[in-house]
């Protein structure tokens, strides 16, 4: 075999196999770089290993109900219309002007496919600044990106601006459109020849150990992760199989609980959340005023009462609970959720009162970050944080990252364990 001194080819020399070699050769250098760091081989193992029934997955596909599929996609366009017609009769008030006549039927008399609002696009970034900073006159809500101040019109930024009531009847049925036109991507995408959806997961997609995933090799499929709970009927089991769901129950939670307890020996959150209503405990314990029976149904009713917006106290307490375990602010938390900052900042003060020992981890990840940039979960599973160790946002991300990290981790084994050890089972 020749020997080929790359150094002294001029680019586009070699062709492809010099090409492809020279690529292998600096990957296997990075590796070789990667080793000396130490301690985290048995992760890169585990997550080589995790290949084999990832394969195994994306070669069965997850076969599809033909009918159910063209039902749904029809469902789907119904409720297109509805909400096209909803939008358009808002904006057309706003702005003043008669609502155009939408499209012609076809000659069977069926209204348009995937019918679309004819006064704002829902996907126009243009069209939707123009529409709440011009024509409504809201205060704008900037961030701050690489290129520059940006003014979003993500998921995010439109919570935030249905917190100003003028705008949140529009806002909620963009939002529904575009949830709505997700779920039709997903069913309009090409479906294999066996009438299978195949998908491609990508083992180390996140940093969170969580998978990712995308279309197929083949170009078919899609983002197999984010299937909208009414309509999973069109997913259904090969003939003669069973088909199953596996979840766990208020997993980040539990981690954050027994973070907590390895390291401060304080258990008090994790036996709140081994209770059996982690959330309505948590009401009781925020709002100890209440006529509280020590009956877990009476008192679920009364955590189930209104509390704000078309919030329960439980919800309340589920939302705010999270956000601050993820050092959510108390102002940032009531633009995302719509309950007035004088009750989250209330609130947070008697929850961290009542579990102290989430305002030590907090100092514990600070401290970590600090000091050796990079934190390990309960696993033992290391990351290196590259971001500015003193900002706000990398802190929230590391807090963030222990427990979403080994939920991931935790799942992954499981699927590894099932796979190896019950091989009379499929996994779809």
Known sequence: MPIIALHELEPGQGGVQVYNSYDTLITYGVWENLKKLGGDLPVYNFERSLQAPVIDIMQRGFLVDPTARELAIMKIDKELGKISRIIDQIVS?????????TEKLDKFGNPPKHPKPLLLNPGSLPQLQKFFYDDLKLEKITKWTRDGIKLPMDEDTLKIIANYFPARPVVNAILTYRNLTKQLEVFERNIDRDWRMRTTYQIAGTTTTRFSSSKSIMGSGGNMQNINGNLRHVFIPDKGWKLYGIDLEQAESREVGLIIGLLFGDWSYLDYCESGDLHTSVC???????????????????????????????????????????????????????????????FQEKYFKAFPGIHLWHQYVKKELQTKNRLANVFGVTRYFFGRIDADATLREGVAHMPQSATGQR????????????????IL
């Open 284 to 346: 009781k314990l925020v709002w100890s005023e209440f006529p509280w029976t020590g009956d877990k149904k009476q008192d679920r009713k009364i955590a189930d009462r209104e509390f704000v917006n078309g919030k329960s106290y439980r919800d309340g307490s589920k939302t705010l609970g999270h956000g601050s375990n993820y050092l959510g602010k108390p102002k940032t938390m009531s633009l995302h959720s719509g309950i007035p900052v004088n009750l989250v900042a209330a």
């Open 93 to 101: 008030v706003v702005k003043g002007k008669s609502i155009p006549l």
């Open 411 to 426: 799942l992954n084994l499981g699927l590894y364990r099932l796979w190896q050890g019950f091989p009379e089972v499929q």
